[in-house]
């Protein structure tokens, strides 16, 4: 198997090569377009509670698509829903990967997506509390809005980020929740409230763009939403 990233850094797609009888899962409704031998098939994998753990808890959709190729091989490509970059990991048992919810794409069969509670931090820090977790053997694909920075953190090296402009990061970074600026939550002078402080060692993943800022902007510019 091997993942091609392709039209990057503003609107990426994955093209998946697959050899024959390979298989990839990705995110339901993710498909482009693909080869004609590739059979497509979507199910609640893991049964339907660990399913809609996932959907509920994690934000992804309730089934996984499944792409196989047929005996000749084949290619599929894989788009995001926001407009911006992607970027892959190889995960091995001894570095799970942390991700956002919105922001899977695609996983090869040996690496296992399940919905990890990501404490309190998490849930004041505007990720619903819950992150998609992805461990096992395999390449998992990462999408997010706006252009990519991989910062990789060596032990005890820190760096605050935004809430909404993280995307995915090692098992072995710690996060913690703090206010951007000291007094209120939200601070009237720099605009800020919220922040995740990331110690390493391990890698971060960020996206250049605040996915609410275009939910904002759209229902503040629906007809009829201003007077």
């Not at 050899?19 to 590739?38: F, L, N, Q, T």
């Not at 407009?83 to 919105?102: E, R």
């Not at 000291?182 to 922040?195: D, H, I, Q, R, Y």
Request: charged share 20%; glycine share 14%.
């Amino acid at each position: 198997m091997e993942i091609q990233e392709r039209h990057n850094p503003s609107f990426s797609v994955a093209r998946v090569l697959l050899g024959p009888g390979e298989a990839i899962r990705a995110e339901s409704g993710s498909m482009m377009a693909m080869a004609p031998d590739i059979a497509l098939d979507a199910k609640i994998e893991g049964g339907m509670m660990k399913g809609l753990k996932r959907s509920v808890l994690g934000g992804e959709s309730l089934f996984i698509t499944s792409a196989t190729a047929g005996p000749q091989g084949g290619w599929i490509d894989l788009a995001p829903s926001l407009p911006g970059d992607l970027t892959t990991f190889d995960i091995t048992p001894d570095a799970p990967l942390f991700i956002q919810k919105g922001s899977f794409l695609c996983a090869e069969h040996g690496v296992e997506i399940d919905t990890k509670w990501g404490g309190m931090k998490n849930l004041f820090g505007g990720e619903g509390g819950f992150l998609l977790r992805a461990s096992g053997q395999g390449k998992v694909v990462v999408s997010l809005y706006g252009a990519l920075d991989r910062f990789p953190l060596a032990a005890g090296q820190q760096v605050i980020v935004d809430t909404n402009h993280m995307v995915a990061f090692h098992e072995s970074v710690t996060m913690e929740l703090k206010k951007a600026a000291a007094g209120n939550w939200k601070s009237m002078k720099t605009g800020e409230g919220l922040v995740f402080l990331f110690t390493g060692p391990g890698e971060l993943v960020m996206q250049s763009r605040n996915p609410d800022d275009i939910v904002q902007y759209v229902a503040a510019n629906m007809p009829g939403s201003r007077n």
